[in-house]
């Protein structure tokens, strides 16, 4: 099959144990990001399977519509950016495995990077003796703090448990089944969602971006916050009310943030408020970009290729394709 791979931006993917998987097909590694429908529409021109790294680039209808040759799109984990319908009607199918079996350690430990970073203040330090100057603040430290889990599943569950090795109380806010096994492993749950937001020192967002749980972290929730605590974000912006959390930050509650999702990515405006906040880390999307996360990722990014190339398609996210596909 004629493969390409799109946003692979530091040429990473050639060299992965797992990339021997694709010998035999023909594969075009794209190292720059573009949105324009024209020229990707050129790129993928006589594309018949599309690899794409999470939610980089946005596949939808107007490009799909002139791309008659591609038959399947293989990913992993979730698909707000593809044009599922559209895919179905073309006769597209998309493979998204969830990684149901096992965490995105990755993402856990940026989360826990972020959470130490920001309570000792290490980037501001690193700065300041960057620029010549000595100290330039006093941090905190962890222990004995309360981190809270918004969103109990296989992420929240490891950062809780780095929390605990640090000595730190665990209070969780989920759903019902997610409260009930926090507390069959032993922690804390919150009486309410406002206590749970009232009452933690950091706050870190652990649940999938769909419609249930968009803008589920409310202005009001972030009011409630110490204007000594942070909040940490490693899942999706869309998680948090658009605008909140810059208006919650101008306002001191919380009086920090560490986020590594936008609204808008990638980011590339130095404009935006998050990037110039002295309250605020932020990283570029990097809490799945390990070279580890990329072996799993990609390993079984190419089995879905392999399966759809022996005619049995796995992961197959819209089903109803599989009565027309290409």
Not at 183 to 190: I, K, L, M, N, V
Request: proline share 4%; charged share 20%; net charge neutral.
């Amino acid at each position: 099959m004629k493969v390409t791979i799109l946003d692979d931006y530091f040429d990473t993917v050639r060299t992965l144990d797992c990339f021997a998987k694709l010998k035999g097909h023909d594969v075009t590694i794209w190292n720059d990001h573009v949105q324009d429908v024209d020229k990707l529409v050129e790129r993928l021109k006589g594309t018949e399977a599309l690899v794409l790294i999470r939610e980089r680039t946005q596949i939808r209808a107007p490009l799909l519509e002139r791309l008659p040759k591609l038959k399947l799109i293989s990913q992993r984990s979730v698909y707000p950016h593809i044009d599922i319908d559209t895919c179905t009607r073309l006769g597209i199918v998309v493979s998204s495995g969830q990684h149901a079996d096992t965490p995105s350690y990755a993402t856990a430990e940026l989360t826990w990077g972020l959470v130490l970073a920001s309570a000792r203040m290490i980037p501001q330090q690193v700065t300041s003796l960057k620029a010549g100057h000595w100290q330039s603040g006093v941090g905190s430290t962890v222990r004995g703090k309360t981190l809270g889990i918004y969103g109990y599943g296989r992420i929240g569950a490891v950062v809780a448990g780095y929390a605990r090795a640090f000595g730190m109380r665990v209070l969780v806010w989920a759903r019902a089944p997610a409260m009930a096994k926090a507390r069959a492993d032993g922690y804390d749950t919150a009486a309410s969602k406002a206590a749970f937001f009232e009452q933690c020192d950091y706050i870190s967002l652990h649940m999938r971006l769909v419609d249930a749980t968009r803008g589920i972290v409310k202005a009001e929730d972030l009011a409630r916050m110490k204007p000594t605590a942070t909040i940490v974000n490693t899942s999706r912006a869309g998680l948090i009310e658009p605008g909140a959390l810059v208006q919650a930050l101008r306002g001191g509650r919380p009086g920090y943030a560490a986020v590594d999702v936008f609204e808008q990515e990638p980011l590339r405006d130095m404009g935006h408020p998050l990037l110039n906040m002295d309250n605020v880390i932020a990283t570029p999307h990097i809490g799945y970009v390990s070279r580890d996360e990329y072996e799993i990722q990609f390993t079984d990014i190419f089995d879905q290729i392999i399966s759809y190339a022996a005619g049995t398609p796995t992961n197959v996210v819209n089903p109803d394709v599989l009565a027309k596909w290409r």
